[in-house]
């Protein structure tokens, strides 16, 4: 299902004033598409991105995910975390998998996050660490991985639940940009397979050559020029 953000607008308390985060923004991304966020430090990308999880509750404005308004000014902490559980896949800049868990575990805990059993879960698991190229890993621990393996399972992690939206933060941040332009090769990959609709915040322009459309951030507010990349 597509993914809306409608007249967005997020304000935060500064001392005595406020300080606008994210200012006015309407943004649509349609199913098993792929669009990266683009701008500067400080320009609201990651503010955005909350929003658009309900990690952060709106100041205004709505986001939308098919025909349902999901997030609001006044969504609760418990609908916005069913919301997550059921319906988005999030992957953070810092991979944060627990450190006691093997990989396949990682993505068993989802089963048991949503009441059931974690090997209900595992032919899913299993499928998607084979398909980020870590399925002969999955018995490993975090310690145990790379870096780049690491992230690997924390996208597999966030698509195991079926997710209708997938929200990236910088995935290649810590990698070089052979490493990082595979990232975004595989999540935009990802996404066509599943139909996610797919965010991905990055600073690093040249690792977006298969996404399908590229947004910029500034001031808080999209710039007007959206525009299709070229692959």
Known sequence: MDLHLQDVTLVYPDGGTTLTAVDDVDLTVPAGTTTALLGPSGAGKSSLLAVAAGLTRPSHGTVTIGPDVVFTPTTTLAQATRVRLERIGLVFQSPQ???????????????????????????????????????????????????????????????????????????????????????????????????????????????????????????????????????
């Open 97 to 231: 998998l627990l450190g006691s868990l093997t990989a396949l575990e990682q993505l068993e805990l989802h089963a048991h996050l949503r009441g059931r059993r974690p090997s209900s879960l595992r032919p899913r698991a299993m499928e998607l660490l084979d398909a980020v190229g870590v399925a002969d890993h999955a018995g490993k621990r975090p310690a145990q991985l790379s870096g780049g393996q690491r992230q690997r399972v924390a996208i597999a992690r966030a698509l195991v639940g079926r997710p209708e939206v997938l929200l990236v933060d910088e995935p290649t941040s810590a990698l070089d940009h052979e490493r990082g332009t595979r990232v975004v090769e595989l999540i935009t990959g990802l996404a066509r397979e599943t139909g996610a609709a797919t965010v991905i915040v990055s600073h690093d322009a040249s690792t977006l050559t298969t996404v399908d459309a590229t947004v910029r951030m500034l001031d808080a507010r999209i710039e007007p020029a959206a525009h299709l990349a070229t692959s």
